[in-house]
Each structure stands twice: as C-alpha cells, then as structure tokens.
C-alpha cells in the first residue's frame, strides 16, 4: 500500500540553527500539508501546497517557514531559525482527488527537538 | 472558519463493550467531510473513518461507525466491542469546501480499554 514517508524520524538540533524535514508524498497525490503536534496537544494545521505553491497557510507558519517541492516527489519544509517552542512533531500529509480520497494519509511523523 | 469540539479529554471503557466518543463542529460551509483520526502511543495518524456532509447514511467501517447529525452539527464516533488495542488519542477532524483545503482537527480523546 502506498505510504507517506518522512525523514529524519527524530532530530535534535540547537536553538537558531536551520532545519530542513523532508517528505516524499504519495505519488499521484495533488495536495501535501505539513501539521505540527506539541507533545499530547492538538494536531495543529501549518501549511497547505498545491500545484506547486502555498494554497493556505496558518498564523504558526510565519517568516521563518518555508516549504519546496524541489524536484516533483520531495516535499520539504524548512524552518530557518529554530526556537526552543519549535519542538514538536512534524508531520506531512498527502491528499488525492475525489469525494473518496478525501481522507489524509500521513507519514510516521518527524520528531524535531530544539535545544 | 471551521471548529472541532471535543468535550471528552479521556474516556474509559471495559473490554467487549461500545464506547461513543463525541464531536460536534461548526463552520459555514454548505459542503464539508468530517474524518476521524487513531493515534496510538507510538505516535502515527491512522484515518479510520469519513462522512460526507451530503451522505444520507451513516459511515460504517467494520467496529466503527460514525453516528451523524447534521442539524445538531455532531459527527460522534462509536467504537464496537472494543479491544484492548483500541487504547489510543483519537481526533475528529472536518475538512471545508475546497478539495485540498486544510483539515481541523479537536483537541482529542483519549480512550483506555480496560481488561
């Protein structure tokens, strides 16, 4: 079965440093999100991509956010300067087309820890 | 905007009984999905079940069906004979309009199956 996949699965980087979390959706996928989830909190909405740009994005997902899809099977998303509030769980999602594909399908999650 | 309530932070249940987990929303689109999520300790989003805001029936995916109400906006998920491994965060989620519009999801549920 066709699965999402992410890396790195944990990442622990210092605070100010630049990170990158890459994704490689569902191939015939036309809608890719990045969601980000604080320990034990809610699943939080930071970015919607779609025909290769940003469709919507959240209040989170400020200056410091960026996402690429730089060569048709990644997708990345980039935080350029990274706080200690950044940690969480990163996850990416891929959505198809159709009334029945609706749901989304999400990798296992990058962990990403900010010292 | 789109918003997901759920009221029940934690819920207990002995294994073999149903359990009903609860979820009402808000938004002000004419056409939604509503979905709901299983997030097992180990952290991965497993979509389990969706209801279109135009079906006439009740989905039904094997143990779980989704008890929709549209007048009373309440999108419940019920859980039969539960299992021990059904032990897990579970997150109802709505999606708006546009086919690759962002999903919302709740705060969560957090279920415990006792033997």
């Known amino acids: 079965e066709p699965e999402v996949t992410q890396t790195p699965s944990h990442q622990v980087t210092q605070m100010g440093q630049e990170v990158i979390l890459r994704c490689v959706p569902i191939?015939?996928?036309?809608?890719f999100y990045w969601y980000r989830q604080i320990l034990g909190q809610k699943v939080e909405f930071l970015v919607s991509?779609?025909?290769?740009?940003?469709?919507?994005k959240s209040e989170i997902f400020d200056d410091q956010f960026s996402v690429e899809r730089p060569d048709g099977s990644n997708f990345t998303l980039k935080i350029r300067s990274t706080k200690l509030e950044d940690s969480a769980m990163y996850f990416c999602?891929?959505?198809?087309?159709?009334?029945?594909?609706?749901?989304?399908?999400f990798g296992e999650g990058s962990r990403l820890t900010v010292l | 905007a789109q918003k997901i309530t759920q009221t029940q932070p934690g819920m207990f249940v002995q294994e073999k009984e149903a359990v009903t987990l609860d979820c009402t929303y808000d938004?002000?689109?004419?056409?939604?999905?509503l979905f709901w999520y299983k997030q097992p300790s180990s952290g991965e989003m497993i979509f389990l079940i969706y209801?279109?805001?135009?079906?006439?029936q009740n989905a039904t995916e094997g143990r779980y069906s989704l008890n929709f109400q549209k007048a009373r906006k309440s999108a419940n998920l019920v859980i039969s004979a539960s299992q021990l491994g059904d032990s897990a965060m579970y997150f109802c989620?709505?999606?708006?309009?546009?086919?690759?519009?962002?999903?919302?999801f709740g705060d969560g549920t957090t279920l415990t199956v006792k033997p």
């Open positions: 991509f779609y025909n290769n740009e940003i469709s919507e």
């Open positions: 191939s015939n996928h036309l809608y």
């Open positions: 999602a891929s959505r198809g087309q159709g009334r029945n594909t609706g749901e989304l399908f």
């Open positions: 209801q279109g805001s135009y079906d006439q």
């Open positions: 938004t002000s689109d004419p056409s939604y999905g």
């Open positions: 989620a709505m999606r708006g309009s546009p086919p690759g519009g962002k999903s919302t």
